[in-house]
């Protein structure tokens, strides 16, 4: 009697769940309906580039000017020989030596 009894509810609870679950369907890749022609986006889109960033930092939106720097050919050698020689300077102990 009691299998029996587990056996209705368990059919009656998988019979609910069946009813309640609902499979979406797929309707397809919705088409594109566009207002604008092909020359209409493609200009629209090179103003769009050309603008400024209005989502960016003012301050990094744009080219940033190159430094004028005067440093010569031969301090900037000299520099990167002594930085070669003191070694791995950012490894911890285990790479220091590379």
């Known amino acids: 009697m009691k299998t029996s009894t587990q056996l209705i509810g368990t059919l009656v609870l998988s019979t609910l769940g069946m009813a309640i679950a609902q499979a979406e369907t797929y309707q397809g890749v919705p088409a594109s309906v566009s207002q604008l022609s092909r020359a209409e986006v493609a200009a629209e889109a090179r103003s769009a580039a050309r603008a400024a960033n209005a989502y960016g930092d003012s301050l990094l939106a744009g080219v940033t000017p190159a ?12 520099d990167a020989v002594q930085t070669a020689r003191a070694g791995n300077v950012f490894g911890d102990e285990a790479s220091a030596g590379l």
């Open 67 to 78: 430094r004028d720097l005067q440093l010569s050919r031969v301090s900037v050698r000299n």
